[in-house]
């Protein structure tokens, strides 16, 4: 029996021979592991719509921060003796009616515009996920009302939201600037979007062996809603964050133009476009750059969002 098994057992000598060098070639691992945010950013950089997208929204960040600063021209300083001045060399964008540089008024707008878009994107982000987490996680009727709620908010145009409050708080005297009252408004009706998607990844991701697996090691619902099935979500939670932000600037500039925006004597784009429509016609390069700094930035962002959604979601892998 012992020899049979011997027999058996038994394998000719050049099936162990070691292995050539195209063999072993072809073991090679050509790619480095990367993780999934090394490679997303690897498809991003390989998309060069978003990747430009990106680096102008950066230059505009850089030139509202540091441009007022460094401008020997300030966004409120008056000079009547260059009054409608257009376009020169001293003041490559002109001057206003009352002698003041558009360029640095514009880059001091985008300013405004811009930290109103990411404050209200941050709350919502906060608000919007923990809300939807919560409901898609814990399900059931909790589920159901939470939604409907949602619903009933997501069925009223978000406009008449945003307009109603302004007006509201302007009656009450809330707010001096309007800064701190135009993001409240846009976080009190925005984050129902957000809600909605990320309460749809949940549903999703709470079926998969992961989460059966931290159950089963104990992990509580806290845990699990906040580092297992969240992280899992950040995908869809950055681009929506990346096509809210522009949504926000225009609404912002949209309540600055009806006059209900940012108080003066701060300035954002939509004040600047409010004030150049008294002179359009005769002076319509005040209107045409800050229109124009609008534009580019709904547009960077609108193009790195889609750039993103390729980048984010292997799905979109080309």
């Known amino acids: 029996m012992e020899s049979k098994i011997k027999e058996d057992f038994e394998f000719a000598e050049e099936l162990f021979a070691p292995l050539n060098e195209e063999e072993r070639k072809l ?3 050509v790619r480095p592991s990367v ?6 950013w690897r498809r991003l950089k390989a998309n060069k719509v978003a990747l430009i997208s990106l680096i102008i929204i950066l230059l505009v960040i850089l030139l509202a921060i540091i441009v007022p600063i460094v401008s020997p021209y300030g966004y409120a300083e008056t000079n009547h003796k260059l009054n409608n001045q257009g376009p020169t060399l001293q003041h490559i964008f ?3 009616a009352i002698g003041r540089d558009i360029f640095v008024r514009v880059m001091y707008g ?6 109103i ?14 809300y939807g987490g919560i409901a898609g996680f814990v399900g059931g009727k909790v589920d159901n009302i939470m939604m409907r709620i949602v619903d009933v908010l997501y069925s009223i145009p978000t406009m008449i939201y945003v307009v109603l409050i302004m007006v509201a708080f302007r009656a009450a005297g809330i707010g001096s600037s309007g800064v701190g009252t135009i993001v409240l408004a846009l ?3 925005y984050w129902v979007g957000m809600a909605r998607i990320v309460r749809g990844d949940i549903l999703q991701l709470k079926q998969q062996e992961f989460v059966l697996a931290a159950r089963t090691l104990g992990a509580s619902k806290k845990r699990i809603l906040i580092r297992h099935l969240i992280p899992n979500c950040m995908g869809s939670i950055i681009v929506t964050l990346t096509l809210f932000v522009p949504s926000a600037i225009f609404t912002e500039a949209f309540l600055s133009y009806l006059g209900l925006g940012i108080n003066a004597p701060l300035a954002s784009l ?3 476009c409010n004030d150049a429509m008294n002179s359009i016609y005769r002076y319509p390069y005040q209107l045409f750059f800050p229109a124009l700094m609008i534009c580019i930035i709904i547009l960077s962002f609108n193009l790195l969002g889609d750039g993103l959604t390729e980048a ?4 979109h892998q080309r």
């Open 27 to 29: 073991e090679t691992i």
């Open 35 to 40: 993780g999934y945010w090394k490679d997303a």
């Open 94 to 96: 002109g001057t206003d």
């Open 110 to 115: 985008a300013r405004y515009s811009l930290i």
């Open 117 to 130: 878009g990411f404050s209200a994107a941050a709350i919502n982000l906060v608000v919007g996920v923990l």
């Open 187 to 189: 976080s009190i009706s």
């Open 270 to 272: 939509g004040t600047l």
């Open 312 to 315: 984010l979601d292997p799905k």
